[in-house]
């Protein structure tokens, strides 16, 4: 067994500069501060656009995998919200894209 206790030491000057309900936390769904969102309870995702009721009530992994397959938006993105967010490729004129991250412009 591995025990991990984790105390953070200081806070950032940032954060006295939050914006409250902020229109970039998924209107109103969080504070931006520091260049992101710190969502309000029951919420989450980058911009706080999931909530917590919402991933009791469905399997969203089970949403972003093709059928017959155990791969998360065919390995090419994550699940977000019940779906798949494609990771960006280093060269911007490739491009993943798809339901399930599946087709792309370079293979």
């Known amino acids: 067994e591995l025990l991990v206790k984790l105390d953070f030491i200081c806070d950032c000057d940032c954060q006295a500069d939050g914006i409250a309900a ?3 936390c998924s209107d109103g769904n969080g504070i931006f501060e520091c260049g992101s969102c710190n969502c ?3 919420r ?3 911009l706080c656009e999931c909530t917590k009721d ?3 009530a469905v399997d969203f992994d089970a949403t972003c995998r093709m059928e017959n397959s155990s791969v998360i938006c065919s ?3 994550e699940c977000l919200c019940g779906e798949c967010v494609c990771f960006p490729r280093d060269n ?3 491009r993943v894209y798809g ?3 599946e087709c792309d412009n370079f293979s």
Do not use: L, T
Request: glycine share 20%; aromatic share 10%; net charge negative.
């Open 22 to 24: 902020s229109p970039r």
């Open 40 to 42: 309000n309870d029951g």
């Open 44 to 46: 989450y995702g980058p």
């Open 54 to 56: 919402d991933n009791e």
């Open 75 to 77: 390995g090419r993105g």
């Open 92 to 94: 911007p004129k490739e």
């Open 99 to 101: 339901p399930f991250c």
